[in-house]
Nanobody, 128 residues
Framework: QVQLVESGGGLAQPGGSLRLSCVASGFTFGHYAMSWVRQAPGKELEWVSGLVSTGTATYYIDSVKGRFTISRDNALNTVYLQMRSLKPEDTARYYC?????????????????????WGQGIEVTVSA
């Protein structure tokens, strides 16, 4: 069965960095776009970043542009989210999600219903 397992979360100070990883299994990883989605306490799910199956196109929400970098290693079935210059408003549970498309456009990346597999999520807390 499809499995997505996140790691790398935890506590960071404002201005600090964390790197999230998501290891996938149960499907042909290199055939699908992947995203990171987060949910802050008391808020709805928010798409953060995505990249197409080949990793050649990446997308971000405006609030993380220039601070977060998404990447993937298809040989290792892993997608990453490097987070730098962290802010308290980045505090959330971060989920790795598998798109149903290989090369979605930005509007499809943003649609939560276009993901058919999710990890269990991992907590990221940014606090002094």
């Amino acid at each position: 069965q499809v499995q997505l397992v996140e790691s790398g979360g935890g506590l960071a100070q404002p201005g600090g960095s964390l790197r999230l990883s998501c290891v996938a299994s149960g499907f042909t990883f290199g055939h699908y776009a992947m995203s990171w989605v987060r949910q802050a306490p008391g808020k709805e799910l928010e798409w953060v970043s995505g990249l197409v199956s080949t990793g050649t196109a990446t997308y971000y929400i405006d609030s993380v542009k220039g601070r977060f970098t998404i990447s993937r290693d298809n040989a290792l079935n892993t997608v990453y989210l490097q987070m730098r210059s962290l802010k308290p408003e980045d505090t959330a549970r971060y989920y790795c999600a598998k798109s149903v498309f290989p090369f979605p456009a930005l509007e499809l990346f943003r649609r939560i219903e276009e993901y058919d597999a999710w990890g269990q999520g991992i907590e990221v807390t940014v606090s002094a």
